[in-house]
């Protein structure tokens, strides 16, 4: 169940609707009941004053520096804020704790650039040792042509528990299913493999794409997955014959990007021909929209939780926020003075975060295109940036070699 804070009002009854929620889902036990009247609380808080007035401004926290002898490439964030990972040139990832700055262990073992990753974490709050070895981790992909799967798990974490093997050139792109049960590399070889998380085994290759894969995801339930390639296509594979059902055409260059909305009933795609698109699942034989309002390379693209907003990044300098039904431009984001490289949504929806050339990440309020916070303190281009579910911890990473972790100052929000 997704809840939004602009379902909230200042009359909700936050007992009650808890107690309707947890009437509904079997996983909200009497044990769990009091944490989630106390995330409806700050929802309502959230909802029922002037928003920007009520978020406070973020300040630097901690800064996960030294741990790296090479650049880092990539970050990764679990939805809680608690665990963030850092993937290098070194040829390690290493998990921290964000609350704390400490490194709490390195993954050792590729042969080359840890490039790529992603994080499995569970959101059922249960005990780690209830947990199946292959729920909790982190799938590196490296351009040692291999891809690894590591336990997080508090009584064996970070013990490798299998390698996949078959790519011959680079891996770019990693996903995993929730929980962690399948896993997809997208290559330079022109190649997406599906592996299994619990013994690495090959179970499939997906190879129809005329040019390199750098994007996949998989959908919710792991039965699809969809890989974006600079042959200027996005395909759609059935995960359990894999069968490629549909190929989406339209886009004039290389895609740098592709993505499902929350419900996976639309994908979005970004290209270097300047031009996002949105397609339609369920009817793939064309392009549902195609948004032309960038001057130059669009290099991410992201839905809002609801699925009703596209943000755009481009090298343009600018993002942008798309209406998905109509394709019209809501608002433009201009203060960047280099090409913006990530757009983030806050969960709600209310910011988005971006990072950019110009060594600077900037949150800005949706609505308007105003600029709320400049986040300055890198010395390198910004590349990546994660939020919280709470939205009150950022993680930004730069190529001066560090992750920096940015807390939210309202009492409210923490």
């Known amino acids: ?124 709050l249960v005990p780690f040792a209830h947990i199946r070895l292959n729920e909790v981790g982190v799938l590196t992909g490296s351009f040692d042509k291999t891809a690894r799967w590591w336990s997080l798990r508090e009584d064996d974490g970070g ?15 990693v996903d995993v299913t929730r929980p962690g049960q399948m896993v997809a590399t997208s290559s330079i070889d022109r190649t997406t493999r599906l592996f299994s998380a619990a013994t690495g085994q090959n179970l499939a290759t997906l190879s129809e794409h005329t040019g390199e894969v750098v994007a996949n995801q998989f959908d919710n339930s792991g039965s699809t997955v969809i890989t974006g390639s600079f042959d200027s296509t996005v395909k759609i594979w059935d995960t359990r014959t894999a069968r490629c059902i549909a190929t989406l055409f339209g886009h004039t260059a290389e895609l740098s990007v592709c993505c499902y909305d929350f419900g996976c009933h639309m994908i979005a795609s970004g290209s270097l021909d300047c031009t996002a698109k949105l397609w339609d699942v369920r009817r793939t034989d064309c392009c549902r929209d195609t948004i032309g309002g960038h001057t130059d390379e669009v290099l991410d693209v992201s839905f809002d939780s609801v699925g009703r907003r596209l943000a ?17 431009l ?31 990440s900037m949150f800005w309020n949706t609505e308007t295109g105003e600029c709320l916070q400049e986040l300055k303190g890198h010395k390198d281009h910004v590349f990546s940036a994660e939020i919280s579910y709470l939205g009150d911890t950022i993680l930004t990473a730069s190529k001066d070699n560090t992750c920096v972790i940015w807390r939210q100052s309202n009492s409210k929000i923490n």
């Open 330 to 360: 809501i608002t433009a984001m201009i203060g960047h003075t280099d090409e913006v490289s990530k757009v983030v949504w806050e969960p709600a929806g209310h910011h988005l975060l971006t990072t950019s050339q110009d060594h600077i």
């Open 312 to 328: 755009t990044a481009s090298s343009d300098n600018s993002a942008c926020i798309w209406d998905v039904n109509s394709g019209d």
């Open 159 to 173: 013990e490798c528990l299998c390698v996949m093997r078959g790519h011959t050139a680079q891996i770019v792109a």
């Open 1 to 124: 169940m997704t809840i939004q804070a602009s379902n909230f009002e200042i009359r909700t009854d936050v007992v009650g609707l808890a107690t309707r929620i947890a009437s509904d889902e079997p996983l909200v036990t009497p044990k769990i009941l009091p944490q989630l009247e106390a995330v409806l609380r700050k929802l309502k808080d959230k909802s029922s004053d002037n928003w920007d007035s009520v978020r406070g401004q973020f300040s630097v926290d901690k800064s996960l520096s030294g741990g790296h002898l090479l650049p880092i490439t990539n970050v990764s964030i679990d939805k809680h804020g608690d665990i963030c990972a850092t993937g290098s040139y070194d040829r390690t990832c290493k998990i921290w704790n964000t609350r704390t700055g400490t490194m709490n262990v390195t993954l050792a073992g590729h042969e080359d650039a840890v490039y790529t990753m992603s994080l499995a974490i569970p959101e059922r």
